[in-house]
């Protein structure tokens, strides 16, 4: 900051400058904590890249960028997340939602029959049941999270978009009645060994790490998913790019059919799915 300043007492630092400066963090962080503090679009970032920068917004700027080399989250410094082109609020009670979560959601879609029941255990921001249900207003969708400062959160954004969702605050199954024809999961799978875990500090804990090397709750979920899937019914779980092998067997052996395991962008086995069938 010292540095900045002492341009800033000689001549105005532009945008392009001070992206320039940034030279240990993606381009693309910065322009779009420029386009949070002067409040414009990144069209216009790269448009005028000799707007000149105050000192007021060169210390808002800072502190955004110290933030960022601390592996805080970009969204929680902006309060929100875009996912199935839907602006989320997020904030360090909640996962921010990943990219990548939405093959679980596309997968969902492609197996839910009309006027069918969803439901979404863990849902943190209720990034999964609300994507869902903006595509499907026929269809009936509940989420669960043990967190109730995750569900006021999602909540908000249930409010905020005009989607309708039933949240209820349980453990996995542990508060619920009824069946349902599609069961979606994005539980907690990281091992307490991993070492990518440093860098993601600022998100809940509880929603990250599980024991058993990260397979801890899939285990849990996968177990007692028959007794409330419909006949013929689909669960559905994410998992690390690890462990697509484990938790098919997972499935097999609590008695699942056609387990399978799909691929995100990354060419990753992301998530792992069956159909439970009632002899």
Known sequence: MAKLNSEANEQAVTTRQWIGLQTDLPRLDCELALCQILGVNRASI?????RALSLLQLEELDYWTSSLRKDI???????????WGLSLNVSPDVLVPRPETELLVESALSLLKRNAQLLDLGTGSGAIALAIASER????VTAT???AKALQVAKQNAEQLGITVNFQES????NLGGTWQIIVSNPPYIDPDDPHLKHLHA????ALIAGEKGLADLREIISEAPAYLNNKGWLLVEHGYDQAEQVRHLLEQRGFQAV?????LANIERISLGQYIYE
Do not use: M, N, R
């Open 46 to 50: 790269l448009a005028q890249p000799e």
């Open 73 to 83: 989250p970009f969204a929680y410094l902006s309060g929100e997340q875009e996912f």
């Open 137 to 140: 207003q026929d269809a009936q």
């Open 145 to 147: 999270d043990v967190s």
């Open 171 to 174: 453990h996995w199954f542990k």
């Open 203 to 206: 998100e809940p804990q509880h």
């Open 260 to 264: 399978t395991s799909h691929k995100d």
